[in-house]
Each structure stands twice: as C-alpha cells, then as structure tokens.
C-alpha cells in the first residue's frame, strides 16, 4: 500500500496509519506458485491475482483499472479503496 498515494488525496498521516494497520490486521504475505495470463493489456496486474488465489484471499483493493475491470475472479471480489473502506465501515474517503 503506497502512503504517498493516500497523501495525494489529502489523508492526515494518522488517518493512513489507522487504515494501513486496519488492513494488516486481516493480511496474509504470499508467494504464489501460479502464473496467470489473465490481464493481457498489462501483464503485471497478474501478480495481483496470483497472490489473490494463493492465498484464498475474498477481495483484492485496487485503484487499478485492468483489475477493476474484472469486477471479480474465480469468486475473488475486486473493490476499489473507498468500496474496501465502506466494505470495513472505516469511511475515509
């Protein structure tokens, strides 16, 4: 998660480390052992996705378009940050 991108839209420095913390909280670091070829038009984003099913994740948060696109992936929701804010009642934006 990139602070600075947070700081872009004006969050206080308190406000991002209680939703950084908020979001550690329920995280999980993998290191996933598939390739997907999901996204084409930008074949980084797969690493999203990779991890998302290693680790059996339930949404991916991304501002990501490609991603957004998809709306889900094999039952993986895919939200950009104010619907994960909304989704954890923490409503910052």
């Not at 991002?16 to 670091?29: C, G, K, N, Q």
């Not at 980084?44 to 991916?60: P, T």
């Not at 696109?69 to 909304?86: F, Q, R, S, T, W």
Request: negative net charge; charged residues 25%; hydrophobic residues 45%.
């Amino acid at each position: 998660m990139q602070a600075v991108y947070w700081k872009k839209f004006g969050f206080s420095e308190d406000r991002i480390e209680t939703v950084i913390e908020a979001i550690l909280s329920f995280s999980e670091v993998v290191d996933p052992k598939i390739k997907l070829d999901v996204i084409k038009a930008d074949p980084d984003d797969n690493k999203i996705l990779e991890c998302a099913v290693a680790c059996c994740a339930k949404y991916v948060v991304s501002g990501d378009a490609h991603l957004l696109g998809l709306g889900e992936y094999e039952g993986i929701g895919i939200l950009n940050p104010k619907e994960a804010c909304d989704l954890l009642g923490i409503g910052v934006i």
